[in-house]
């Protein structure tokens, strides 16, 4: 799955790269890491309002979500989205069957190795795309006791490609990264259900990703991990049998 990634771009080059404007001075970018239980808002392309980037939580809370206490505990459970099943879960199939897909950049995204008891941390990114796009699903909610109207989102993930199987090695999954191509069908055009789940399924090549070891200070307790220092390259020796696990 996918709980850690990268926006390390400033707003004027985020809106450059989708042709869209930031809809608030308020995003805090350039983004080194951002874990998804924080719950930050990021932003976001939706399909209905493709002129606009939008600062949206991370963790998608249905609209039949009947209370703040269940709105906190269901997104902790949909920061994720298998896309096999978006139109079978309840938490998704209305924001899928009504087309409220969205475009979720990113400039990299983070994963676990696992070796034993050990698990080594890795930065991923698009070889050919400085800011890359994963498919995401969009939802509102409104809050019974304020009236309040919160717009929420659930990136989708799909099998891992070949490098990926071998980073992600306990879960074997990855984001459902776009081509440039996939990017436009997924954001402009009318698809059925079936064509959607053809499009996720197509994980993005291998060959076009890079990989690298970074420090385990992503989970340091005492560093900060939204610093550049980060995505830096870090070398084990452990790793050093496996090329598999770069790129």
Not at 35 to 41: H, I, K, L, R, V
Not at 47 to 64: A, D, M, N, S
Not at 184 to 200: C, I, K, N, P, Y
Request: with cysteine; hydrophobic share 35%; net charge negative.
């Amino acid at each position: 799955m996918c709980y850690h990634k990268s926006l390390a771009v400033s707003a004027p080059e985020l809106e450059e790269r989708y042709g869209a404007t930031l809809a608030s001075a308020s995003a805090n970018l350039p983004i080194y890491h951002a874990s998804g239980y924080q719950f930050p808002d990021w932003p976001i392309i939706t399909r209905q309002e493709p002129g606009k980037l939008q600062l949206i939580q991370w963790g998608l809370v249905p609209r039949w979500v009947k209370s703040p206490s269940d709105a906190a505990e269901i997104r902790t459970r949909t920061l994720n989205a298998r896309s096999e099943t978006i139109y079978e879960k309840p938490s998704y199939r209305t924001a899928a069957q009504k087309g409220q897909r969205c475009l979720i950049p990113v400039t990299g995204f983070y994963e676990w190795h696992t070796m034993g008891s050990r698990k080594f941390p890795f930065y991923i990114t698009s070889a050919d795309q400085p800011v890359a796009s994963i498919a995401g699903l969009w939802d509102e909610w409104p809050d019974p006791e304020t009236g309040e109207l919160h717009t929420t989102y659930t990136l989708l993930t799909t099998d891992a490609n070949p490098l990926l199987a071998a980073i992600h090695n306990t879960k074997k999954r990855m984001p459902c990264v776009l081509t440039p191509e996939a990017e436009q069908t997924w954001l402009h055009e009318d698809l059925s259900s079936r064509e959607v789940l053809a499009l996720l399924a197509d994980a993005y090549p291998a060959s076009r990703m890079h990989s690298h070891s970074i420090s385990k200070r992503i989970t340091s307790r005492t560093d900060p991990s939204d610093v550049p220092e980060v995505m830096k390259p870090a070398s084990y020796p452990e790793l050093a049998p496996y090329p598999e696990l770069f790129s």
